[in-house]
């Protein structure tokens, strides 16, 4: 099993794995492989709202996002006495929920055990090139391509000699020559040996080939007497190093930005047990302003009756009707941006009924409505405290395009997100969304633009959504920034 092919994948579990390898910085193959190593030991990895597999709701995703995902690395000790350090590096690298697979030279055996290494990793030791146990299926090559990184810890002036000029003549460098992942290496030895001019020409020729370096530090040596620059950096510097490698930071585009989202139908209430209402599963709204806390925004999520949990890091506020709803947003401003998601109910009864309405021989009793409060409107019209961004949702069962434009320019927002609603599409209720980006085309004197995107699951919506949202927001204040000074 060395390698594995994939077939036959419907379309939507290959847009999954694609997302999700991606995010983790590895191939499908790869990807793939991990899953079904956590699904044999019973865990799951943790999701973010870039890569939530179609069906999943976005309750889950969130708690899952809490979690750090598993990164894997291959620890390559060389021979020295700074191999003592690498326990301890083991033991930082699993504290970040790294999972370590160690390989021993044959010189850090003399400083180290198997035995030590392997309790520290639970996982098994390599030392041998020619191992029959793991020879079966081209183990250096496994060792050398499972992971997301090889680490040499401590690198030795032999191992470096050796990875420069291409040897392979030992499990080790091996590994180093069959590989096609990052190295990360942190070299000690004696200062002499470290400024020797051999050391010096191979640390420059394996910069050039890609090779990253930690260190050395500077300070005293084992050796009596003897100081300067060849000290191993200490298991923290290099832990610390290794997972910026495997974990770049997340770009959070919207940091410093406040955004104000309503997801989810209102219920008007006609008697304590009836109410009128719109079909809303409040899924895309969640999805949106779970993607926005992803992209570095602090968000307010302004949310009618749904049965989905609180996104991860959102501040939720739970509302019944289209007067609570838009006293709730009113509370929430100022924002910097406002996405209105919500299906609100336009008209409720204008006299609740104190008690349950009974059925009575002269019929049905007569319902007097009157109309909610236009909340994209509103806001959209603000003097003071309007955002700079207001977007709105259009969901229309005909006439989509049109009915989408006319709206933008009745309701006086920036943009509409408009989708067919029809019953054959299964967009109420579903977790798939066809929609359309309609906006001014601010370099065509107003122009209406309209932005057609591809059927996607409801949490990718949202990631395109704010990925424009992103785009808008930098290209303004690059815009700003170059206005000339009063």
């Known amino acids: 099993m060395a390698s594995l092919t994939i077939r036959k994948l419907d379309e939507h579990v290959k847009t999954y794995l694609r997302l999700r390898s991606a995010k983790n910085h590895r191939s499908v193959e790869e990807e793939v492989r991990v899953i079904l190593r956590e699904l044999i030991e019973g865990r799951e990895e943790p999701l973010t709202p870039f890569a939530v597999p179609p069906g999943a ?83 250096h090559i496994r060792l050398a391509r499972d992971c997301d990184l090889i680490v040499v810890a401590p690198a030795t002036a032999d191992l470096m000699a050796k990875m420069a000029n291409g040897h392979a003549d030992d499990l080790a460098s091996a590994i180093l020559l069959a590989t096609n992942r990052k190295i990360l290496i942190a070299p000690a030895m004696n200062p002499l040996m470290w400024n020797n001019p051999a050391t010096r020409r191979n640390v420059a020729q394996l910069q050039r080939d890609g090779v990253l370096l930690i260190g050395p530090n500077s300070g005293e040596m084992a050796e009596a007497g003897e100081a300067g620059i060849g000290r191993m950096s200490e ?14 930071p997340v770009p959070r585009p919207l940091a410093g930005k406040r955004v104000l989202i309503t997801a989810g139908p209102t219920h008007e209430p006609i008697d304590p047990v009836r109410y009128i209402a719109n079909r809303s599963s409040g899924k895309q709204g969640f999805a949106i ?101 207001v977007i709105g949702f259009a969901a229309e069962t ?89």
């Open 398 to 486: 005909e006439h989509l395009i049109d009915n989408a434009k006319t709206k933008l320019a009745r309701k006086g927002c920036d943009w509409i997100v408009a989708n067919d609603v029809s019953p054959s599409t299964g967009v109420m209720g579903g977790d798939r969304n066809t929609v359309h980006l309609i906006s001014k085309n601010a370099e065509n004197n107003g122009e209406i633009k309209v932005d057609s995107w591809p059927v996607m699951t409801k949490e990718q919506v949202a990631i395109e959504l704010v990925a424009h949202i992103a785009k808008s927001v930098t290209d303004k204040s690059v815009d700003k920034s170059l206005e000339p000074a009063s």
């Open 57 to 139: 709701s976005p309750a889950a995703a969130s708690t899952r996002t809490s979690a750090v995902p598993e990164a894997s690395v291959t620890l390559i000790i060389g021979g020295g006495i700074a191999a003592f350090k690498s326990l301890d590096l083991i033991r930082r690298l699993k504290e970040r929920r790294i999972e370590v697979r160690c390989v021993l030279t044959k010189a850090a055996e003399q400083f180290v055990t198997p035995l030590s290494v392997s309790a520290l990793s639970h996982e098994r030791v390599y030392t041998d090139l020619f191992d029959p146990q793991s020879e079966f299926d081209a183990g």
């Open 289 to 389: 302003a779970a993607a926005a806390q992803a992209a570095g925004a602090e968000v307010i999520l302004v949310s009618g009756p749904v049965d989905l949990g609180n996104p991860q890091g959102v501040t939720v506020k739970r509302v019944e009707s289209a007067r609570q709803m838009l006293e709730q947003v009113q509370a929430a401003l100022p924002a910097d941006i406002a996405i209105f998601a919500a299906a609100v109910a336009d008209w409720r009864v204008a006299n609740e009924g104190e008690q349950k309405l009974k059925k009575t021989s002269a019929g049905m009793p007569p319902l007097q409505l009157v109309e909610n409060p236009d909340i994209l409107a509103t806001i959209s019209r603000l003097a003071d405290k309007r955002p700079p961004l």
């Open 235 to 248: 298991a923290l510097e290099i832990a610390t190093a290794t997972e910026r490698l495997l974990r770049p």
